[in-house]
């Protein structure tokens, strides 16, 4: 074998190796990891915080829409289901919120259709909301 052809053997192995580790990070286990820790953040009211998982040019108008948080306290939430997409990078998750008005205590729930994508073009690189957050009745 000659070198020339042992060089492109391995500039193949490591072109794979890379794309195999980027397509980890497109992966399902992190996908939920970032839907988790925004639905805990959510959860807590910690809107300032959950803005990190949002869309860059998403959250001065997510921030307005979350408004909506100021009026509730969350008591629970359950995550029904997760539509996930390697391939097009990107998810839908449908999230129930039980949650009651600070000025009540009459339990309700609102259904809550979250986009995801993938962001590999920006620092650091993740899954981010694409869609703001539900209205409260």
């Known amino acids: 074998m000659t070198?020339?052809?042992i060089a492109i053997q391995l500039a193949a192995a490591l072109?794979?190796?890379i794309a195999g580790c980027?397509?980890?990070k497109i992966s399902r286990g992190t996908l939920d990891d970032s839907v988790r820790d925004y639905q805990q953040l959510i959860r807590w009211?910690?809107?300032p915080s959950a803005v990190a998982f949002v869309s860059e040019p998403m959250r001065p108008a997510y921030l307005e829409k979350a408004t909506g948080f100021n009026r509730v306290k969350i008591v629970d939430y359950r995550i029904k289901s997760v539509d996930f997409s390697r391939e097009q990078k990107r998810a839908t998750v449908v999230v129930e919120y039980d949650y009651h008005l600070k000025s009540g205590?009459?339990?309700?729930t609102v259904v809550d259709t979250q986009k995801w994508e993938y962001a590999d073009?920006?620092?650091?690189e993740g899954w981010r909301l694409t869609s703001y957050p539900p209205a409260f009745p």
């Not at 073009?121 to 650091?124: L, N, Q, T």
């Open 121 to 124: 073009s920006v620092e650091p």
């Open 45 to 47: 009211q910690e809107v």
């Open 3 to 5: 070198l020339r052809k």
């Open 105 to 108: 205590l009459t339990i309700k």
């Open 15 to 17: 072109m794979l190796m």
């Open 22 to 24: 980027a397509s980890m």
